[in-house]
Structure formats: C-alpha cells, structure tokens
C-alpha cells in the first residue's frame, strides 16, 4: 500500500468525527461498496453520520477517493457538494444515480468515470490493497460555488480556502490476481 498523504499538501483544517453503519475505518469495504463491474459488487454508496463539526460550519461536501491508483492522479469515486449544515447524515444508497437519497440543495459531481454518482472500488487485479478515504468536509460557505459538471479535483480546489474542518473514514478494497 502507498504511503502517499492526499492531505499532505493541503492546508490544515480540525477534525471532527465520521462514523458509518456500513464500513469502519480501516477495514475492507463490503460487496455493496465494491464497482458493479466486479463479483458481488453493487456501487452503493456507503451510510454516512457524523458529529462536532467546527463552529461556523455553513455546508459539508462528501468525497471518496483513492490514492493508490495508478493514474498518477489517484481515482475520485463521488463527490457531494453543497450539503446544508443542518444535515449530519447521509443513508446508505444516497449516492445512486437519482441522488434522491440527497437532502435538498446538495448535488453530485461527476467521478472519475464522469458519472454523477458514486462509483465502486475496483483496484486492478494484482496490484494489491488500495486506500479510499471518504471524507466530510466542513465548510465556510452555504454553497461552494461549483458548477454540477465540475471535477471533482475543481470542487477540492475551490474548497481549499474554504475547509474549517475534515472527519476522515479510510476504508480499503484489494482484487486478487
């Protein structure tokens, strides 16, 4: 597994707490979080909750991402902008391809695959065990101001400047050769 940091050139931000039904931190995802286009696999979206969140916290965008593929750019599996602070949850399934799941306001960018959902793991076979770090990112603003059409490395971007807070959730996945 790569020792590479996805935050290490990002600015400092608190920490605060993300939990999930579905996953724990650290562990291998389940068939439901592996890409449809594996054995068992289902592209659902993992069930999210979390709690104390920094003060002026106005929204929350949700990112899974792997490090360890090899792009050379890592490989973004969802991202959810413009959650409204009042929400501190998202169910199981919320990122299928509707995003009905959603609470109002908030929308998802497209993937590395360039649909606007979440998208499985799926590390290449044989190249052993990959990162996903999904992350609730508490922010400043009510809306972060990017198009719906935008990366998902636009919105990271635009929220640099933005970030009060980080709750970070790593989960794995790893296709035998």
């Not at 931000?13 to 890409?35: K, M, N, R």
């Not at 360890?68 to 602070?85: E, K, L, N, Q, R």
């Amino acid at each position: 597994m790569s020792s590479n940091n996805p935050f290490a050139r990002l600015p400092e931000a608190a920490t605060f707490t993300v939990t999930s039904d579905t996953v724990t931190d650290g562990s291998a995802w389940s068939a439901e979080q592996l890409s449809a286009g594996l054995p068992g696999g289902k592209d659902v979206s993992p069930q999210l909750s979390w709690h104390d969140a920094p003060a002026g916290t106005k929204s929350y965008a949700v990112t899974v991402y792997d490090p360890d593929a090899p792009t050379g750019s890592g490989f973004w599996h969802w991202a959810v902008a413009d959650i409204p602070a009042t929400v501190t949850e998202l169910p199981e399934g919320a990122g299928d391809a509707t995003g009905s799941g959603l609470p109002a306001g908030a929308f998802q960018l497209p993937n590395d695959t360039r649909d606007a959902r979440f998208i499985g793991a799926a590390p290449p076979a044989g190249h052993g065990p990959h990162r996903y770090f999904v992350v609730v990112h508490a922010l400043d603003v009510e809306s972060i101001g990017v198009p719906a059409e935008a990366t998902p490395a636009v919105l990271g971007f635009t929220m640099a400047g933005h970030i009060l807070g980080r709750a970070v959730l790593t989960a794995t996945a790893e296709t035998a050769a």
